[in-house]
């Protein structure tokens, strides 16, 4: 068989390489979508998002993959002192919620409709390396189901292989990338069935049980997902940190202990994965602009949050456009004009937070608006630049009287 030419190859079939995937099919280019594992498969991730994203969604309807909306958020220290807040309180404009969504249902459904909008989608398939062939790229991948690998060649490749790929690697991208870390559990429940008074309307977040972290449950239809994440950066490889991985591992078991949950440690299935969090504006694709990096694989993770689901499909849209309009080297300032103030902003205000949790927790999270505002921040209706200053002003003067206080 021929070596098949494709005007773009999309590695990675996750929210980014979906719909830059899916984008381009749309405007009549040929495209492959490229993804390692058979689909539906698992994603260790939280699967929670503001509903904003539907935007960016084009006519994939929220019924096929969301599961549930949270209108509050139950906040906790140490998994005490609990503050329910209100993501909608009296008063507010327009509400606001946050979709939880299940990663396997969610980014099956995108293949799908990336398949149905025209693009060849190819899992079970995995890239094993990406180099230049003249003014064309060739793409070698082999069908986990067969020992034999394949050429595939392009004319550009859209790298959305997430925080373990190999694109930015072969481009030579993201030279110095820094990693945090996040794991999570599927803790099989109903609601209904337990003691437990919280609906799936609630979301909870702890702040104390993780150093430079927080933990999280988020309601499922059928589990809850409970996780936690250290947003602190490192060199990889953040998954042999085993000071990390027991910390991560304790706040996730914390949370079922606080709730007496039954559990038997050896039956947990605990899945961690790097979060690689923006650390800075950086190039994200190549001088001529042949390949571009979207999503994880470009760093594209909120250092605040540590949420990348939104920011995975933005960029896979954008990065899809500027192949469109024949303007590939415009990706990299397309990506910081939209996300850079919004990040350095949030990393800054995140060095903070992470360092002052209690604090943090007592003035910020505890504030009546405050669970309104961080769903904003989230959604990106609210830029984090537009709070920074005050915030930081305020958390650094309660920080001064406490200091007083102790002395
Ligand atoms: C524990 C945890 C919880 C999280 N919770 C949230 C959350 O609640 N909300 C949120 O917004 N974000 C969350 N995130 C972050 C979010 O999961 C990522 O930002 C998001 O998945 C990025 O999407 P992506 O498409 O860029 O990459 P990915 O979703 O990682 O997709 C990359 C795809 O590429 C495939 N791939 C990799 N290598 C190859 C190869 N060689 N060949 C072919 N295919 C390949 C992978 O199999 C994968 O399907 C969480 C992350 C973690 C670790």
Not at 221 to 239: E, T
Request: aromatic share 10%; net charge positive.
């Amino acid at each position: 068989m021929g070596v098949v030419h494709y005007d773009v190859i999309v590695c990675g079939a996750g929210p980014a390489g979906a719909t830059a995937a899916m984008t381009a099919a749309q405007a009549g280019l040929r495209v492959a979508l490229f993804e390692k594992y058979p689909l539906p498969r698992h994603k260790t991730c939280g699967g929670g998002t503001p509903m904003v994203l539907q935007r960016w969604l084009y006519h994939l309807a929220p019924e096929a993959f969301v599961e549930g909306e949270v209108s509050q958020i139950r906040h906790t220290w140490k998994f005490g002192d609990a503050h329910l807040g209100h993501i909608n309180p009296p008063g507010c404009d327009r509400p606001l919620t946050l979709w939880m969504m299940q990663r396997s249902v969610f980014d099956q459904a995108l293949a799908q409709a990336t398949a149905a909008a025209g693009a060849t989608v190819c899992d079970g398939v995995v890239v094993q390396s990406l180099e230049r062939l003249g003014d064309r790229l060739r793409i070698t991948a082999r069908p986990l189901k067969s020992r034999q690998p394949f050429v595939a060649t392009a004319d550009y490749v859209i790298g959305a292989d997430g925080a373990n790929g190999i694109t930015a690697a072969a481009a030579n991208l993201r030279r110095y990338r820094r990693v945090a870390l996040a794991m999570e559990i599927e803790y099989p429940f109903e609601a209904g069935t337990t003691a437990l008074e919280w609906g799936p309307e609630t979301a909870h977040l702890e702040y104390g049980a993780v150093p430079q972290g927080y933990a999280w449950v988020f309601p499922k239809k059928d589990h809850l997902n409970i996780g936690a994440g250290v947003f602190c950066l490192r060199r990889q490889p953040v998954l042999g940190d085993r000071t990390i991985v027991a910390q991560l591992r304790r706040a996730i078991i914390g949370y079922l202990e606080a709730w007496q949950l039954p559990y038997q440690l050896d039956q947990i299935q605990f899945h961690a994965h790097p979060l690689p969090i923006w650390a800075g504006a950086e190039p994200l694709h190549t001088p001529e602009g042949r390949i571009l990096l979207v999503g994880d694989a470009a760093g594209l993770i909120n250092p605040f949050f540590g949420d990348g689901i939104l920011h995975a499909v933005k960029s896979g849209v954008i990065a899809a456009q500027c192949l469109i309009q024949g303007n590939p080297t415009a990706y990299s300032d397309r990506i910081h004009q939209e996300v850079a103030t919004h990040f350095d902003a949030a990393l800054s205000l995140a060095k903070f937070f992470y360092q002052y949790p209690h604090l943090a927790f007592k003035i910020g999270v505890k504030h009546p608006k405050g669970t309104r505002i961080a769903t904003q921040l989230l959604a990106g209706e609210l830029g984090f630049e537009a709070i920074r200053a005050k915030t930081l002003r305020k958390l650094r003067s309660a920080l001064i009287g406490s200091w007083l206080q102790g002395n």
